[in-house]
C-alpha cells in the first residue's frame, strides 16, 4: 500500500509557472506507474500525464503536451508535474494516483490517490 501527499499548488497568473510534488509513503514507491489528474468543478477527473515505473515511458494529454513535464525522483518515492504557460483552463484540483501495473490511463485503473492540490490559473 502507498500514501500519497500533493504538495505545490496555488494561484498563478496566465503564462506563470508552477511545479506539483507528490510525495509517496512505502518501499515499493518505485513499483508503481504514476499519473497525475485534474478535475474542474462540475466536470470528471481526467488524466494529464503519467509515467512508468521506471520513469522510461511517458503519457501526456494533448492539451498539456509541450507545456507540462511529468518526472520521478525514485529515491526520493516522489512524483513531480511541472506545468508552463498555464492557462485558466487548467485551473482544477490536481490529484496524483499509483497503480500496481503498467502506465494507465483511465482514472478506474488507479489504485490510490491523494488528497489533491488546487491550481488556479487568473487570466
Known amino acids: 500500500q502507498v500514501q500519497l501527499v500533493e504538495s505545490g499548488g496555488g494561484l498563478v497568473q496566465a503564462g506563470g509557472s508552477l511545479r506539483l510534488s507528490c510525495a509517496g509513503s512505502?518501499?515499493?514507491?518505485?513499483?508503481?506507474?504514476l499519473g497525475w489528474f485534474r478535475q474542474a468543478p462540475g466536470k470528471e477527473r481526467v488524466l494529464v500525464a503519467a509515467?512508468?515505473?521506471?520513469?522510461?515511458?511517458?503519457y501526456y494529454e494533448d492539451s498539456v503536451k509541450g507545456r507540462f513535464t511529468i518526472s520521478r525522483d525514485n529515491a526520493k518515492n516522489t512524483v513531480y508535474l511541472g506545468m508552463n504557460s498555464l492557462r485558466p483552463e487548467d485551473t482544477a484540483v490536481y490529484y496524483c494516483a499509483a497503480v500496481t501495473s503498467y502506465l494507465q490511463t483511465l482514472a478506474s485503473r488507479y489504485d490510490y490517490w491523494g488528497q489533491g492540490t488546487q491550481v488556479t490559473v487568473s487570466s
Open positions: 512505502g518501499r515499493t514507491f518505485s513499483s508503481y506507474a
Open positions: 509515467i512508468s515505473y521506471g520513469g522510461s515511458v511517458t
